[in-house]
Antibody, heavy 120, light 110 residues
Framework: QVQLQESGPGLVKPSETLSLICTVS?????????WGWIRQPPGKGLEWIGS???????YHNPSLRSRVTISVDSSKNQLSLKLRSVTAADTAVYYC?????????????WGQGTMVTVSS | QSALTQPPSVSGSPGQSVTISCTGT?????????VSWYQQPPGTAPKVMIY???NRPSGVPDRFSGSKSGNMASLTISGLQAEDEADYYC??????????FGGGTKLTVL
């Protein structure tokens, strides 16, 4: 059974860097598929942040590209997200998920999500 | 990368059918057969119900079906049940090589 679990600080100060980890169990990231990050501000819709393949190929939302770094650590079976220079607009539930059709947005397995609040 | 357009809300009575639309452009929905649909009850993570326009993952009831015509994709739920009440989101692959989500539709079962 494939499971994803997000972890990281629940509170980040404005202008600092948001850092999250997604630990995958039941499946080896290096076996394939793209792995992505999606976020959802309170009461709002889903926003794709970016996706990455274990080999290093990655795609990012153009609106966030300059602030986002996504990486994969195959040895730890983890996906990570760094979002720099955060503001209150980055307050959201952050999900990691597996994309089963390239980087097309067909996310079949999701983590439970982790709430991140940007506030001083 | 503009969000796909979905109606804010739809409703139906138990046993009825409802259809949720997802409108894009020839650069996303109309250009690729890579449309997915997600169900999200309050306080939970999204669950994929349809991928590649009309494919149902194992475990998803066949009451859920997807289709596409031109730049518009649709999710139809037949035999509506109370447990279907949730937010629904579409997503599509785009010509930029990235996915984009719709704004979401709240389904109310009357």
């Amino acid at each position: 059974q494939v499971q994803l679990q997000e972890s990281g600080p629940g509170l980040v100060k404005p202008s600092e860097t948001l850092s999250l980890i997604c630990t995958v169990s039941g499946y080896s990231i290096s076996s394939g598929y793209y792995w992505g990050w999606i976020r959802q501000p309170p009461g709002k819709g889903l926003e794709w942040i970016g996706s990455m393949y274990h080999s290093g190929s990655s795609y990012h939302n153009p609106s966030l590209r300059s602030r986002v770094t996504i990486s994969v650590d195959s040895s730890k079976n983890q996906l990570s997200l760094k979002l720099r220079s955060v503001t209150a607009a980055d307050t959201a539930v952050y999900y990691c998920a597996r994309d089963i059709v390239g980087a097309s947005g067909a996310f079949d397995i999701w983590g439970q999500g982790t709430m991140v609040t940007v506030s001083s | 990368q503009s969000a796909l357009t979905q109606p804010p809300s739809v409703s139906g009575s138990p046993g009825q059918s409802v259809t949720i639309s997802c409108t894009g452009t020839s650069s996303d929905v109309g250009g690729y057969n890579r449309v997915s649909w997600y169900q999200q009850p309050p306080g939970t993570a999204p669950k994929v119900m349809i991928y590649e326009v009309s494919n149902r993952p194992s475990g998803v009831p066949d009451r859920f079906s997807g289709s596409k015509s031109g730049n518009m994709a649709s999710l139809t739920i037949s035999g509506l049940q109370a447990e279907d009440e949730a937010d629904y989101y579409c997503s599509s692959y785009t010509s930029a090589g990235t996915p984009v989500f719709g704004g979401g539709t709240k389904l109310t079962v009357l």
